[in-house]
């Protein structure tokens, strides 16, 4: 069907009529670019193909007016993300869940360019002295001696499991894949205990899409008495963690600033990379003193609380999840 072709059930007639255009979704006349009935652009797909990479992009990342005042707000006013979209006032920023998930990409994009980083023999953590780096014959021989008791602990422990519902033969085969694994994760760690946590690291997001609503359950139950539904502590927390996403990256770009060694940069990024860890903690403390609107020690004393036993769960998870990871990937 042409653009200026009816849809079933249209029969327009005379001049008027055959210079219409009608929406292919719901065959309304079009009075625009977009439909006024079901809001559906009228616009070609079948087109050049990176011509539709670049609309996708543009449409995840939207790099637009609003994108920068989004960011700019994220980091500087806690909470106030939050506040705005509850309030109604949407349409001027991305909405948390789009933010939090460009966040995902662009912090697994950093984790990757450390690993391609290390894998070039370019180590941006490495701020102390060659010397200072150099681990003794003893202090060497010490951990790979750690390393072969954690395999032969690792091994006597999955020799006890056990699957009930697997036949032996699946049992012992599935024993012995997790064994290799182990294996080949213990090699990894001796070989380059770094590349083997960047590579968990990835692994993160997917951490966090457990650790999150738990974050919000906890706060819910610390708030209880605020009035504010689940849904409003979860909002709160995801814009919280993707201003968490944007402190990393900003500390993985001054790290290259110090790595350069150029002049001053070096002491500047250092003095910058000090004040974006301070400020994080100011920042999630104000979070919850902006957003409940309670007083300065009701809410250090919460603040505490939750930065305390979300810390507590966050370790544990993150050992669980480690201890997963050790025996799949």
């Not at 007639?13 to 292919?24: D, E, L, N, Q, Y």
């Not at 102390?128 to 014959?137: C, F, I, K, M, T």
């Not at 997790?178 to 951490?207: G, H, K, M, T």
């Not at 919850?288 to 603040?303: E, I």
Request: hydrophobic share 50%; with cysteine.
């Amino acid at each position: 069907m042409s653009d200026t072709e009816s849809p079933p059930g249209q029969n327009p007639s005379g001049p008027a009529g055959a210079s219409m255009k009608h929406c292919r979704n719901c065959g309304a006349v079009l009075q625009g670019e977009y439909c006024h009935e079901c809001g559906q652009q009228d616009k070609l797909v079948v087109r050049f193909f990176p011509i539709l990479v670049l609309e996708t992009l543009e449409g995840l990342f939207a790099f637009e007016s609003k994108t920068y005042l989004t960011l700019w707000y994220l980091f500087t006013r806690p909470a106030w993300l939050t506040r705005e979209y509850l309030a109604g006032r949407r349409a001027r920023y991305l909405p948390p869940v789009r933010l939090f998930l460009v966040f995902v990409l662009a912090f697994l994009f950093t984790v990757s360019l450390e690993l391609f980083l290390d894998s070039a023999g370019i180590d941006i953590d490495q701020n102390l002295d060659e010397s200072e780096l150099v681990l003794d014959d003893e202090e060497t021989a010490s951990e790979e001696l750690d390393l072969e008791e954690l395999e032969s602990g690792v091994t006597e422990l999955l020799e006890r499991v056990q699957i009930p519902f697997l036949s032996e033969q699946r049992n012992n085969q599935f024993i012995s894949l997790l064994q290799e694994r182990a294996v080949n994760n213990i090699a990894a760690l001796r070989d380059d205990p770094s590349e083997f946590i960047d590579q968990l690291l990835e692994s993160v997001p997917l951490l966090l899409l457990v650790m999150i609503p738990l974050l919000a359950l906890l706060q819910k139950l610390i708030y209880l008495r605020s009035g504010r539904y689940y849904v409003e502590h979860l909002l709160l927390t995801i814009n919280n963690h993707s201003f968490l996403f944007l402190v990393y990256i900003l500390l993985f770009l001054l790290d290259l600033l110090i790595w350069t060694g150029f002049s001053i940069v070096p002491a500047i990024a250092g003095f910058l990379g000090s004040a974006l860890n301070l400020w994080v903690l100011a920042y999630l403390f104000l979070s919850l003193r902006l957003f409940f609107a309670q007083g300065f020690l009701k809410t250090t004393f919460k603040f505490v609380f939750i930065s305390t036993t979300y810390g507590v769960l966050l370790i544990i998870g993150a050992l669980l999840f480690s201890l997963v990871s050790f025996f799949i990937y």
